[in-house]
């Protein structure tokens, strides 16, 4: 009985150290599975716009970290996490007016399930306000506009024509103001081109369906330059087409068209 005991000891610790040679644990990767969707309102951004037909500025400090790679077999995970305050900003003679601000955190697990294709599962929170510039100066009435949400997406590189597609849904398990319509449908791309050593011109389109304002979408376009090219961080300046219904949560059922020229800085 005793040499069955130490056998099964024995056989129990040698598949455990040969589970163990094909698991490994990084921390602060340097390259990111999953890439940004540049054409998105509401990606994760450093960034400032120009909105191009009023004295709006559109201001963003954020960014999207990659924490661990967890990696078994052929098998490798991601996990990250992303933070974005987003500001409207009112420019007037001798004056800077902070209209709106939205605060947006997101936790990503990301998996390679085939080459270049990726899913990513979203776990997240925004929540979005009138500043005290917005009530007291320019007499907006406040609503409480927070979602809590679960979404899952898939995206599609083809390196070698510089080409990336998704696609996704997002399910809100909690609405403020309170509603039954929880399911946001996304869709778009990017297309870059590089004209010169490390330097390329860029398309970009997304597009989403909320059911929020009866599936209507919010859709943005966009053009513009980024260098350096072939690094994970880069510059952009862009120009963005936006229409459709307001991504800023306290005007969510607003529709506009707005015409944006912008600064990026992709972390």
Not at 21 to 29: G, K, T
Not at 91 to 112: R, S
Not at 211 to 227: D, H, N, R, W
């Amino acid at each position: 009985m005793l040499m069955t005991h130490k056998f099964l000891i024995f056989f129990l610790l040698t598949i455990l150290s040969l589970e163990a040679q094909n698991f490994s644990l990084s921390v602060f990767p340097e390259e990111k599975l999953y890439e940004k969707y540049y054409a998105d309102a509401i990606s994760h951004q450093f960034s400032l716009n120009k909105h191009l037909e009023s004295n709006q500025w559109f201001g963003n400090i954020g960014s999207e970290l990659a924490l661990f790679n967890i990696s078994y077999s052929d098998i490798t995970a991601q996990i990250s996490a992303g933070a974005t305050v987003f500001n409207t900003l009112i420019k007037t003679p001798g004056h800077i007016q902070v209209f709106t601000v939205d605060y947006l955190v997101d936790f990503y697990g990301d998996i390679e399930i085939a080459e270049n294709f990726f899913s990513r599962f979203i776990w997240g929170h925004l929540s979005a306000h009138f500043s005290d510039d917005g009530i007291t100066q320019l007499n907006y009435l406040p609503v409480s506009y927070v979602r809590d949400y679960m979404g899952l997406h898939f995206q599609r590189k083809i390196p070698e024509k510089n080409i990336k597609l998704y696609i996704g849904g997002f399910w809100n398990f909690h609405n403020e103001p309170k509603t039954k319509k929880h399911f946001t449908f996304q869709f778009g791309g990017d297309y870059a081109y590089e004209i010169m050593n490390d330097v390329a011109i860029f398309s970009a389109i997304d597009i989403k369906y909320k059911s929020e304002v009866e599936f209507a979408t919010t859709q943005s376009y966009q053009l513009g330059i980024m260098f350096p090219f072939n690094r994970d961080t880069r510059f952009r300046i862009a120009y963005t087409h936006r229409e459709g219904f307001e991504e800023r949560g306290q005007l969510f059922n607003k529709k506009d068209n707005k015409n944006m020229l912008g600064f990026y800085i992709d972390f």
